[in-house]
């Protein structure tokens, strides 16, 4: 059960926190479980390493995403298909493999979030 239906089950309606962030931030265009499924596929053990992997090399194929990241490529799809569902990260065909980047949305998602840890690390 997502937090939404959750949310609208307790009370009947949405709360006025949602509502104002729907209206306000999210201008009652962009849609609000889609724009936490992009969150909550950055939190996440696996995907975070890989999106910072793919910023800093600026792509990589899936085979040396397996190598970076100590998992076996096969176990790494599951997780780069909801980087590509939630359009953070873009798959192309590159000399018979599978090259992954991050889209220009995923680009500016996650580029100030590292900004952020890396300033965040020099002050300490």
Known sequence: MSE???ETQADGQRSQARER?????????????RELGRLAAVASEVRFPILYLLAEEDG?????????????QRDLYHHLD???ETALVRKRT?????????????DRLVEP???TLRE?????
């Open 4 to 6: 939404r239906t959750k």
């Open 21 to 33: 962030v729907e209206t306000e931030l999210l201008g009652d265009v962009l849609d609000f479980d």
């Open 60 to 72: 990589l194929s899936s085979g040396e995403l397996a190598e970076l990241t100590g998992r076996k």
């Open 82 to 84: 909801t980087l590509e």
């Open 94 to 106: 590159r000399d018979g493999s599978r090259f992954y980047e991050l889209s220009a949305l995923g």
């Open 113 to 115: 979030l590292f900004e």
């Open 120 to 124: 965040r690390a020099d002050e300490r």
